[in-house]
């Protein structure tokens, strides 16, 4: 085994994602350009991936949610933009993660519509979803109903 | 700021909520950035060196295979650090190419035996249960108390 020296050392790595009518990722990039300070920007087709010292990528971020606040979500990211080890330039196909990324955002649309309505409601005042470890038993009306509707 | 795990703990949606509403997210991605930024043995992609599975023996048994120990080498010390949990459960894509449906189990099993706050959720199929989702999260971890 090889000795293995990091790079990018202390610094942290974010994914900005815009799911947005209005938004585009170089929209992003453009601002994000602009008000970065030697902090490392990649456009994306979903989005950024910004890289560099902690609190400056905060800001950065900060900055790019006021954009449109309901629209973009953003996480961490173990690697730096552009990794061999990661990036799909060398490695061929989509980048390992990806899917993930890409089955939340079909469920994104739905969470946007959801912080939308509680710019304008209060969320004690919203039901609360179904207890997913609850399996409630069939009900009997509903049991009927598929019977009825297998027969006919 | 109350430190929450999310699981999955690759999730998009679930960071971003967490950090949104003032607290930390504890995500596979900070573990995974902790080890590809210490100096070591080359272990390429991850850098997730023979080390691992035995530091995974502290919650998994040592018949568990070593793929499971050496994952829980990376979620073990969250879940013993977080102060709270989301859970997603009907995460088909945490299955996968983030690891192992049994470290996915495990992981689950070691939230449920801590004893902390913890939200069960399903992922919203549709703008109503969107609004649920949110709304439930948003509560959640404002219950939590010291939002940034």
Known sequence: ??????????????????????????????????????????????????????????????????????????KDRGFPPGDSR????????????????????????YVSHGLEELNKKDATTIPPMENPLERPLLDIHKLKKMIDAQES | MAKVFIYPATSLILSDMVARFGHTPLSSATAIRERIQTAGLESPPLQITPEEPKKGLKWAAVEVPAGVRGRMSLYGPMIEASEAAIIINDADMAFGCMGCARTNELIK???????????????????????KFVAAIKRFLTELGGAK
Not at chain 1, 96 to 105: A, D, I, K, S
Request: charge should be negative; aromatic fraction near 8%.
């Open chain 1, 86 to 109: 990661r990036c799909r330039a060398n490695l061929g196909g989509a980048r390992p993660g990806y899917n993930g990324l890409e089955f939340e955002m079909t469920v994104i649309p």
């Open chain 2, 109 to 131: 099993f070691l939230l449920h035996q801590k004893e902390m706050p913890r939200l069960e959720l399903n992922y919203p199929k549709n703008e109503e249960e969107g609004v």
């Open chain 1, 1 to 74: 085994m090889t000795a293995y020296t990091p790079t990018h050392v202390g610094s942290v790595t974010k994914y900005v994602v815009v799911e947005s009518f209005e938004i585009t990722p170089a929209d992003l990039a453009a601002r994000g350009y602009e008000i970065s300070n030697g902090v490392m920007i990649k456009e994306t087709c979903f989005g950024l991936v910004i890289s560099g010292k902690a609190e400056e990528v905060e800001l950065i971020v900060t900055e790019l949610r006021k954009i449109d606040p309901d629209h973009i979500f953003v």
